[in-house]
């Protein structure tokens, strides 16, 4: 057995995928197609309250899905991989004989879908991560000690590797070295500032900066608090507050599926009867994020999809089709995955300054924070959420008063369209934080808006 797929229980180098592959890919002619696509990470977890550390873990894990094509049949399994070599080359060759013993008892599927030759793409993102024992003496000493704050927050990092390979002779190799710490500075009850560092490259001096920023609006929620009547306000919204809108948005909004059957939020941009603004323009940039430029079944994605152009559907449809959508509609695939939902979502700069956001809002509501977004009428682009921590009226482009916690409903659409006032110049990159079964690469880069008529309902 090759010696690096010994040394490398998480498989999260080339060469230890490259012998899982050549030990599992072998030519044979009962099956057209045989495929492996791993999913790996070397992950750190710390949990902080206080400022000081209360949980610190370490997780390696590797799931690899094997699948088998026959003309218009697949039978698929995912396993987890122990580390051992030779145990789990011996497992999934198990697996795989009882796939080609099941490929008899699957019905066709008429719309099954996937790539009739190899190709090859490898992108090996390096970074400078820190050392967790670095991390929790400098949150201790800058927000505990420096600051006198009340810390509480996650941090994740580590490498994350997504890898494909097939017996056609594809191989593509994506690796990503990053973090993502998520904390607040609480001050009592739900008042809270909320403030987020990631990248792939650690910074103190960048951390320390962030944390100060926050500190200093820590005095405005000791001032008495506001409660807002019901109503349409003029508000700003950070690029937290954005993330979470146009996340909401990506739920179905741009997929082919979800276009052709009617479902999708964006029907009356698809039919002309709404628009966006003419600054309003939103891409699928896959280049620009941390996703893997290759979906699971090994389909090559492109580098960017034009979803709204000026405002408007695009010519080339705008919307995310996986293979199997184009295959049942009769158009062309666009490299997504199965869900069509958008992993690096762009939305494009505005003219105004980041450092006058506050000024071109003049007077209403700063938004740093959104939560438990849905559709409230998904047919009309219509959302509900509730507004969340450090929440400030602003009068004359200052701060002057926290806000208590509001309901709103509104039309994307509107908000976007007829409602938008501006988008800062300087798009955000944030990274998808989720760690559920396992971190994720998605993004979403947004600047912040400026918006007219937010309606808050209670």
């Known amino acids: 057995m090759n010696k690096a797929l010994q040394s490398s229980g998480a498989y999260t180098d080339p060469a230890s995928f490259e012998a899982l592959a050549d030990a599992l890919l072998r030519v044979d002619p009962s099956v057209d197609r045989t495929s492996l696509y791993l999913r790996a990470e070397a992950s750190d977890f710390l949990r902080f309250n206080h400022a000081a550390l209360r949980q610190a873990t370490s997780v390696q894990q590797t799931h690899v899905t094997l699948a088998l094509e026959r003309e218009q049949r697949r039978a698929e ?45 490898s992108h090996d993102g390096r970074g400078a991560l820190p050392d967790v024992g670095h991390v929790i003496a400098l949150v201790y000493d800058l927000a505990g000690v420096k600051l006198e704050q009340d810390l509480v927050g996650f941090y994740a990092g580590g490498p994350v590797v997504h890898a494909f390979a097939d017996s056609l002779g594809s191989r593509h190799w994506h690796r990503v070295e990053s973090f993502h710490f998520d904390w607040c500075l609480y001050h009592r009850a739900d008042k809270a500032v909320k403030t987020s560092y990631a990248g792939t490259h650690w910074d103190d001096a960048a951390f320390a900066a962030k944390l100060e920023e926050a500190a200093l609006r820590m005095p405005l929620l000791t001032r008495e608090v506001r409660t807002l009547q019901a109503g349409a306000y003029r508000a700003a919204f950070s690029p937290s507050a954005m993330v979470e809108l146009l996340g909401t948005l990506g739920w179905s909004g741009f997929s082919l599926k979800s276009r052709r059957t009617g479902v999708s939020s964006l029907m009356r941009l698809e039919r002309g009867e709404a628009a966006f603004d003419a600054g309003f323009n939103l891409d699928e940039a896959v280049a620009l994020g941390t996703a893997p430029a290759f979906t699971a079944e090994g389909f090559v994605r492109p580098v960017r999809v034009a979803l709204v152009e000026a405002g408007k559907m695009p010519a080339s449809g705008g919307t995310l089709n996986s293979p199997r959508s184009a295959a049942e509609y009769g158009m062309a695939a666009n490299g997504v995955g199965a869900q069509e939902s958008p992993e690096a979502l762009r939305l494009g700069p505005g003219s105004i300054a980041q450092v006058d956001l506050l000024s071109a809002l003049d007077t209403g509501l700063y938004v740093s924070n959104l939560w438990y977004l849905n559709y409230s009428d998904r047919q009309a682009c219509r959302m509900t959420g509730m507004t969340r921590y450090a929440c400030f009226w602003v009068e004359g482009g200052k701060l002057v008063a926290p806000v208590n916690v509001m309901r709103f409903d509104d039309d994307a659409l509107r908000l976007f369209g007829s409602g938008l ?27 912040a808006a400026v918006v007219d008529g937010f309606r808050l309902t209670l």
């Open 77 to 121: 399994s995912t396993l987890t991989l122990g580390g051992d070599p030779a145990l789990d080359v011996q497992r999934l060759r198990s697996e795989r004989e009882l796939l080609v013993s099941q490929l008899d008892l699957i019905s066709d599927d008429p719309w099954l879908s996937y790539p009739k030759a190899a190709t090859h793409s």
């Open 421 to 447: 006032v501006g988008l800062t110049d300087t798009p955000e990159f944030t990274p998808n934080s989720d760690t559920y079964g396992a971190r994720q690469l998605g993004s979403i880069t947004t600047p």
